[in-house]
């Protein structure tokens, strides 16, 4: 099993900057990609950003040019810079990871804009 562990969430004005980390444990040999989504209240769950074992990335065309996803693979970690944020960018985000068991989730932070 793979537990994951999100941090940096908070309140932010608009066009500031927040990094969220999330720390992997456990089975991290069965992690084949990780990434970030977020759920605004009324509104489905979407992917934001992805980053394979290989490193390649996406990004969902609202966040791209603003939003930075990392790794640490020594660290077990995985990052998600926002910069420029907006007010519709205020949801929980949450960490996943598409594992060999399929795809398991953080616990969720909070990031709220202000405007």
């Known amino acids: 099993q793979v537990q994951l562990v999100e941090s940096g969430g908070g309140l932010v004005q608009a066009g500031g900057s927040l990094r969220l980390s999330c720390v992997a444990s456990?089975?991290?040999?069965?992690?084949?990609?990780m990434g970030w989504y977020r759920q605004a209240p009324g509104k489905q769950r979407e992917l934001v950003a992805g980053i394979t074992t290989s490193g390649s990335t996406n990004y969902a065309d609202s966040v791209k040019g603003r939003f930075t996803i990392s790794r640490d693979t020594a660290k077990n970690m995985v990052y998600l810079q926002m910069n420029s944020l907006k007010p519709e960018d205020t949801a929980v985000y949450y960490c996943a990871s598409l594992t060999t068991s399929g795809r398991v989730w953080g616990q969720g932070t909070q990031v709220t804009v202000s405007s």
């Open positions: 456990g089975n991290i040999f069965s992690i084949n990609a």
